[in-house]
């Protein structure tokens, strides 16, 4: 038999050494300077996470955050309410044109830029579209509050009124409100998508456009057929996560429609009725319920576009 060196440890699975786990003082150290991050996602993450689901199933009341045990009734009073079920179809109405309008709009204006001769220019663009995105959601919604102001006094209202238009209830009328949301928000999310286009837009390899020039294709069509394809996974990023933006929709309808959700209803959100419920009710049983439904919302679309990717590349 042979004899297996020390310090190595004996042979097993095909010749591979065992080794033996031990903390050295460099783990130990590393454990120790990691342990005050470690110990606030512990407290401040994965505790309230947990603490939150189990008071969904107490009914609570007030500064009584323990509450008595109802089991599954917080979900059953709001998957019966009416309003529960209009904050949802407004949150998904308001986010589906965001994450549409936010993502066409975004990769057009990235194509332009990305298409300009001049490289000052491109930057000028860049920082020009960008700034929007370090303005605040207060600061933005107080702008557009001033833009949209119902009457002819509003900036919008009194440019159309030069052509015989009459004034639009931009945040006062339940049909167009939602809308003008989202355009309120396409504002404040378009520069920071271009961005993310704009460098996939210059990841993707010349020798294909090359290619494509041999063969005779246009600007359209290397656009169509290499840019787009190419990008996918941007696209499918950019949509996952305009997804869960647009179904956290909070502080723009909350700036504009208060807790009601004025006018109407129609800017109501389900993180809106969260807030209602556990901050103005003092149902926070109830909130936290809601909370967990929204999460499970949010997980099974995050799911749903990452499956229909996965689907696209196995086609390909």
Not at 1 to 25: D, I, N, Q, W
Not at 81 to 94: E, G, H, P, R
């Amino acid at each position: 038999m042979s004899s297996t060196p020390e310090g190595k440890g004996s042979a097993v699975h095909g010749g591979l050494p065992k080794r033996k786990f031990r903390f050295t003082r460099n783990d130990w150290m590393g454990y120790l300077f990691s342990a005050p991050l470690i110990i606030g996602v512990l407290v401040f993450a994965i505790y309230p996470m947990f603490a939150a689901l189990f008071m969904s199933f107490h009914q609570t009341s007030g500064l009584n955050l323990t509450g008595t045990w109802v089991g599954l009734n917080n979900y059953k009073y709001a998957l019966g309410d009416t309003i529960f079920w209009q904050a949802l179809s407004n949150t998904f109405l308001m986010g589906l044109w965001s994450v549409v309008l936010g993502i066409a709009f975004s990769f057009i204006l990235a194509s332009l830029i990305n298409n300009l001769k001049w490289n000052l220019g491109r930057n000028f663009f860049k920082a020009v579209y960008f700034l929007p995105n370090v303005v605040s959601g207060v600061a933005t919604t107080l702008l557009f509050s001033f833009l949209f102001f119902p009457s002819k006094e509003g900036l919008i209202n009194f440019v159309i009124g030069l052509f015989g238009i009459e004034p639009i209830g931009w945040f006062t009328n339940p049909q167009v409100a939602p809308y003008s949301i989202v355009l309120m928000s396409l504002w404040g999310a378009l520069g920071y998508n271009t961005i993310i286009f704009l460098a996939g837009l210059q990841s993707v390899p010349r020798d294909l456009y090359e290619a494509a020039e041999v063969d005779g294709a246009g600007t359209y069509r290397k656009w169509l057929y290499i840019t787009i394809p190419y990008l996918r996974p941007i696209f499918v990023f950019m949509l996952i996560m305009g997804t869960i933006g647009g179904m956290k929709r909070f502080t723009d309808v909350w700036l504009i429609g208060g807790t009601a959700g004025n006018p109407g209803g129609s800017l109501m959100t389900v993180v809106l009725y969260i807030y209602r419920n556990a901050f103005l009710a003092s149902q926070m049983g109830l909130a936290t319920a809601v909370s967990y439904l929204l999460f499970l919302i949010i997980l099974i679309l995050t799911v749903c576009l990452m499956l229909l990717n996965r689907r696209k590349d196995s086609l390909d």
